[in-house]
């Protein structure tokens, strides 16, 4: 096992290649997103863990989408209003569970989130807005990037966790890959983002949300 963990990450030395970027966006044909007043982003999924980090990748989304003409409700709030409600965290993943959300929260439509891939250097993010009336996924995007930059960090978590798993005698890939995609993306400890790291999510962010229909009035750059 020890061998095969010495592999992978030799493997990952070599992986280094150019920055790349993609990105694909489909919204409903005719839908007045100017109805739009305000969402709630209530969930953020996938290889992202602990609470700071993911109130980090809601806020840099609320700024891109605020250049859009998009008003927000905080995610501390959010979670606030949901706790007092007794909602279940858990139906916040399901386009109707996020839809009762919106309902709760007074707001017309919600998003969710969820990064399904973050590692050796790339991320990938898919968000979802959903209509809180009938739970119709009015707009749906997603991107990725890659970038050499982290790459290093990502090592040593990966070489912290696969040396604990071998230590320990924990030698299963779930485990290892769960401790090394925590580690990268936040920790169970809710530390942030390191700078290489935002600037990653940032990235991919920005591919994301290129194509959202903006709503009318909103203060665009021409640049882009």
């Not at 920055?19 to 839908?31: D, F, L, N, R």
């Not at 290093?152 to 604990?164: E, Q």
């Amino acid at each position: 096992m020890r061998t095969v963990l010495v592999g992978v990450l030799l493997s990952l030395l070599v992986a280094a290649g150019c920055g790349q970027t993609s990105a694909e966006s489909q919204a409903v044909a005719g839908y007045d997103f100017g109805r739009i007043d305000k969402i709630a982003i209530v969930e953020v999924t996938g290889r992202v863990y602990g609470e700071s980090v993911k109130n980090q990748i809601s806020n840099l989304f609320t700024l891109k989408l605020m250049e859009k003409g998009y008003r927000f409700i905080e995610r501390k709030d959010i979670k606030a209003l949901l706790k007092e409600q007794e909602f279940q965290a858990s139906d916040l993943t399901t386009d109707q569970g996020a839809a009762k959300a919106g309902r709760i929260l007074n707001v017309p439509a919600v998003m969710i989130i969820d990064i399904p891939k973050y590692s050796d250097g790339k991320m990938e993010m898919s968000a979802k807005l959903v209509d809180v009336e009938d739970a119709t996924i009015l707009w749906l995007g997603t991107g990725s990037a890659k970038t050499n930059k982290g790459l290093s960090t990502f090592l040593g978590a990966a070489a912290g966790a696969a040396l604990g798993a071998a230590v320990g005698g924990h030698d299963t890939s779930d485990r290892v890959i769960g401790g090394v995609i925590g580690g990268v993306a936040g920790g169970a400890a809710g530390n942030l983002l390191a700078p290489e790291q935002e600037k990653l999510v940032k990235k991919v962010i920005a591919q994301v949300v290129e194509k959202l229909p903006a709503r009318a009035g909103a203060a665009i750059d021409p640049k882009k």
